[in-house]
């Protein structure tokens, strides 16, 4: 069987192939070595898309990488193969592209993509996009002054509705579809660093400094190992007590509670999203010398059959453990004139609720409280629990949070380097969960308060460190009465101030 050919795919507002830095090359050193990787080195190929136009969209990128790469493929041979490198959002380009031209036309068997292996890839997108064109070109150290198109920011605004269809179609689809098993297995693999490059730091931006991810793209955006949970309100029984309803109506049920099948997942430490210094793949020199982005990549590209894949995906996650116990966390940096700062970089998880009822509308004029202890109280949350919370601008009720997971499951003190506390015991205040609050009075077509319900022990049965759980809330649309009535009354009457009337 012939070797696959190798093609790189960079992330957005890049202008220039300089992007790649030295990996290619380094790459095809890698690969001349015995027992180097199984690649056609002699064809390497290096993408350039436009991401900076507002016309272009991802699924644009994508069709124009299906002509591209066809083209290739054809003059490479029959039945030739490739695997592929990508970089931030073209992680997200090559997965719209395999969803759209091999998984959902029913040919993931014909697919051509042997090995995809992304580095810090937005899936579930990135936190910065919401900051907007201008104040992202504004960061220069990240995007070279090149405004980003708003066709591909819109994909990649955390709780898109776009990255959400491919991240649930991930979830429900593709673990039937066994990919990396058959005579053509496609092997996918997520490597993201959890450094901040101190130097690129954009002080007006702190998302640049989040823990928790790179600078640009969190861990738990990053990562495939998602989860997709549905929470439904019971419906109401005509002609039932107002209070009786608003009662029972009261728990959200559990109506859905699907894994995303296993893809391997390696937290690179000392690595951020760019930069030549500490960037996940701008770092990476042709010398010879070690590097975690080379020995990683390598690994992944060793993969021959599905055994070896979950093999690997295993070894990662027991690696990232090593990497996040809790002495491990802190980082310290020296700063001429100031004190030392220590940073201490939790495992976090990402929270994308939907908030929707039964009719399919979205709602965003409903309150959304996260509670802690038997009592449910939004008081007794932990500490620095929550590190962010967007909304996203173009899908009302779609909302993102941020968690320190471990303030919320609980943490061992941690220790500095001259062995004293520099953070005690984390104590956790479980069970953890949800409140619902419609905004307003009573309506004639109403949503009613709800919370979670017995049958999900608590949030944190369904969140993981460095993972995303998307959580879908089906709250019930309830009508009164007096939307319409009927009345035998032939007399003229005004019935605007007529009581709303019971749930029907």
């Known amino acids: 069987m012939a070797k696959p050919l190798l093609v790189f795919v960079h992330g957005w507002s ?36 436009v991401s900076f136009r507002d016309e272009v969209r991802l699924g644009d990128i994508a069709r124009a990488f299906e002509h ?25 380009v090559v997965r719209e592209w395999l969803d759209r031209y ?46 980003p198109g708003q066709g591909v920011l819109d994909w990649l605004e955390l709780a898109s509705p776009e990255s959400l269809a491919l991240n649930l179609g991930w979830i429900h689809d593709y673990p039937k579809l066994h990919l990396s098993r058959g005579p053509r297995p496609v092997f996918q693999f997520v490597l993201s660093g959890d450094a ?34 549905v929470l439904e309100q019971a419906a109401p029984v005509p002609g039932e007590a107002l209070p009786s309803a608003r009662k029972r109506l009261r728990e959200l049920k559990l109506a859905g509670n699907r894994r995303a099948a296993t893809t391997p997942f390696r937290i ?15 770092s990476v020199r042709d010398d010879g010398q070690p590097h975690p982005t080379v020995d990683a990549v390598l690994r992944c590209l060793a993969v021959s059959d599905e055994a070896g894949y979950q093999a690997l995906a295993g070894d990662f996650q027991t690696e990232n453990a090593v990497h996040q116990q809790p002495a491990r966390r802190v980082e310290i940096e020296k ?66 949070f941020f968690l320190n997971h471990a303030a919320l499951a609980g943490s061992e003190p941690i220790p500095g380097p001259d062995g004293k506390i520099l953070r005690p015991t984390r104590e956790p205040r479980p069970p953890y969960g949800l409140k619902l609050q419609p905004r307003g009075g009573d309506r004639l ?46 007399g003229a009457r005004d019935f605007r101030d007529d009581p709303a009337g019971g749930a029907l």
């Open 14 to 49: 890049v202008t220039s192939t300089s992007t790649y830095g030295e990996l290619p090359a380094r790459l095809k050193r890698e690969a001349a070595r015995r027992g180097g990787p199984g690649l056609d080195v002699a064809h390497v190929y290096l993408g350039q898309y």
């Open 68 to 92: 591209a790469i066809a083209g290739v493929l054809a003059g490479a041979g029959r039945d030739r193969r490739f695997a592929c490198i990508t970089h931030s959002t073209g992680g997200p």
């Open 102 to 147: 091999y998984v959902r036309p029913g040919r993931a068997g014909d697919c051509p993509l042997s090995h995809l292996v992304m580095l810090a890839p937005a899936n579930f997108g990135s936190a910065l996009a919401q900051l907007g064109k201008g104040r992202l070109a504004g960061i220069r150290a990240w995007f070279n002054g090149v405004e």
């Open 196 to 229: 901040i490059d101190r130097k690129l730091y954009d002080h007006v931006n702190a998302y640049t400094g989040e823990t928790g991810g790179d600078g640009v793209v969190r861990l738990a955006a990053a990562n495939l190992n998602a989860r997709h949970v």
């Open 268 to 282: 690179l430490p000392g690595l951020s999203h760019s930069g030549t210094d500490m960037g996940i793949l701008a």
């Open 335 to 400: 700063i001429p004139v100031l004190p030392d700062r220590r940073y201490i970089h939790d495992p976090h998880s990402m929270l994308v609720f939907r908030l929707m009822d039964d009719s399919g509308a979205r709602l965003g004029d409903l309150d959304l409280l996260l509670t802690a202890g038997p009592a449910a109280d939004p008081n007794q949350l932990p500490e620095g629990f929550l590190t962010d919370r967007q909304g996203n601008r173009r899908a009302p009720g779609h909302l993102a």
């Open 445 to 490: 077509v109403e949503h009613w308060a709800a919370q979670l319900g017995a049958d999900l022990g608590g949030l944190l049965d369904v969140i993981e460190p460095n993972q995303t759980t998307i959580i879908d809330i089906v709250m019930r649309r309830v009508v009164r009465e007096g939307v319409f009535r009927l009345t035998r009354s032939l």
